[in-house]
């Protein structure tokens, strides 16, 4: 039976396929990774994208995935929200950004990127038909 645990570590799995120069957002991620049994997917889909987020703050907690120490390290500053900005605040949005236009993502005017140009779209990556498979 699939967790929250393995479904965070689902979600850094994905993250870590973003290539440089690219983005996704938390829905995307989550879009990617079936609700565990049992649960009703109308209510997983309103929680998930926020569950990937959860990750990544948890990562963060971790020591940068000390808990994981066979997971390459997970590109943060390629997730973004569903309308191409930060979630974010304060220092931690400026260096986002400041990592993304170092691979050449720009952002507009409102501080976005472009989600139709810039998105990864993950079946690109090969194999899985944009799913990561259960552990």
């Known amino acids: ?17 973003i290539p440089p120069g690219r983005v996704s957002s938390y829905g995307r991620i989550a879009a990617c990774i079936p609700p565990p049994p049992g649960m009703d997917p109308n209510g997983y889909r309103r929680i998930a994208a926020r569950k ?3 990750a990544l703050r948890n990562l963060g907690r971790r020591g940068a995935g000390a808990e994981l120490p066979e ?3 997970v590109p ?4 973004l929200n569903y309308r191409g900005c930060s979630s974010l605040e304060g ?3 400026d260096l986002q950004r400041a990592l993304l236009e170092d691979e050449g993502v720009p952002f507009d005017d409102s501080g976005c990127v472009d989600l139709a ?6 079946s690109e990556g090969g194999g899985t ?7």
């Open 1 to 17: 039976m699939a967790t929250w645990r393995q479904f965070e570590r689902q979600a850094l799995e994905l993250i870590v396929r």
């Open 52 to 54: 990937v987020g959860t």
């Open 71 to 73: 997971l390459p390290p």
């Open 76 to 79: 943060w500053h390629r997730v």
């Open 91 to 93: 220092q931690a949005a």
């Open 117 to 122: 140009r810039f998105a990864w779209d993950f």
């Open 129 to 135: 038909g944009g799913q990561v498979p259960a552990p």
